[in-house]
């Protein structure tokens, strides 16, 4: 199993991004999925969470700016970026808190490859 993120690149201040994971293959559930970023050199922090029930969490800096979405069938989730700032410049990283597989296996926090974006000022 894998998270798919796509998505990110470079735009200017005030702009937008939408940001997108998937999950290689079918699965029964995902209970917490989310968003996290990492800039150079600092540590990683969490961007946005969603429940497999739309229960979200944002981080104080995106709220208001950033919305995260998912869907349970197929499991996606995605991270709607608006009113950018160069701030907003880092890694972000897919993740999922458990899985439980297709054949009931459970699996336990999954990351994706990470996808870059880029505010300039």
């Known amino acids: 199993v894998q998270l798919q993120a796509s998505g990110g690149g470079s735009v200017q201040a005030g702009g937008s991004l939408r940001l997108s994971c998937g999950v290689s293959?079918?699965?029964?559930?995902?209970?917490?999925m989310g968003w996290y970023r990492q800039a150079p050199g600092k540590e990683r922090e969490l961007v946005a969470t969603?429940?497999?029930?739309?229960?979200?969490n944002y981080a104080d800096s995106v709220k208001g700016r950033f919305t995260i979405s998912r869907t349970n069938n197929p499991v996606t989730v995605s991270l709607e970026m608006n009113s950018l700032e160069p701030e907003d410049s880092a890694v972000y990283y897919c993740?999922?808190?458990?899985?439980?597989?297709?054949?009931?296996?459970?699996?336990?926090?999954?990351w994706g490859q990470g996808t870059q974006v880029t505010v300039s000022s």
């Open positions: 993740h999922a808190d458990f899985i439980t597989t297709a054949d009931m296996r459970l699996l336990k926090d999954y």
């Open positions: 969603c429940t497999s029930s739309g229960t979200t």
């Open positions: 293959e079918d699965v029964f559930s995902i209970n917490l």
